[in-house]
């Protein structure tokens, strides 16, 4: 069923799954904030789908978005200087994912104003895609890297 958004305002659009923890507390923390805003943006866009005003909606969306990007900057933050201290040698592969996300979420909150509920859908599955990939993908490269420096600098 790929590719196929099953409206429904009384469901999360993503669950969290113990499969997605990297076993780091302060990273597995934040991405439950991630999936968690995403199902806000979600659930927001559909309560507001049959607002009389189209502003209703819109408003949702900007607001959901904004604190999606503030999030994401801290969240990226932490992120990135972790890697550093610990010398992970993708990080400038990690930080450019990261500028390309935070771009696009910019540019969504530019342009909320002309967004059609489609279009709102279709960023909440962006979302969903790039979490869930990002996470699964990205993130996963980095544990053991991650892991053997808390290990030592526990001793």
């Known amino acids: 069923m790929e590719g196929y958004i099953f409206v429904d305002e009384n469901n999360d659009f993503i669950k969290w799954e113990k499969k997605f923890e990297l ?34 909606w819109h408003e949702a969306l900007a607001d959901a978005l904004r604190e999606t990007v503030n999030y994401v900057k801290t969240h990226f933050s932490d992120e990135e200087k972790l890697l550093t201290a610990v010398g992970y040698s993708g990080l ?30 279709n960023f909440v599955r962006f979302l969903y895609d790039w979490i869930l990939q990002h996470i699964a993908i990205s993130d996963k490269q980095y544990v053991p890297a991650v892991l053997e420096y808390l290990k030592n600098k526990g001793n």
Request: hydrophobic share 30%.
């Open 23 to 56: 076993g780091i507390p302060v990273i597995d923390n934040q991405h439950k904030q991630l999936v968690h805003l995403c199902n806000d943006l979600y659930q927001a866009v559909i309560r507001n789908k049959y607002r009389a005003t189209t502003p209703g």
């Open 92 to 121: 400038d592969q990690q930080k450019a994912q990261h500028r390309n996300f935070t771009n696009k979420i910019t540019e969504n909150l530019k342009n909320f104003n002309k967004a059609t509920f489609q279009d709102a859908m």
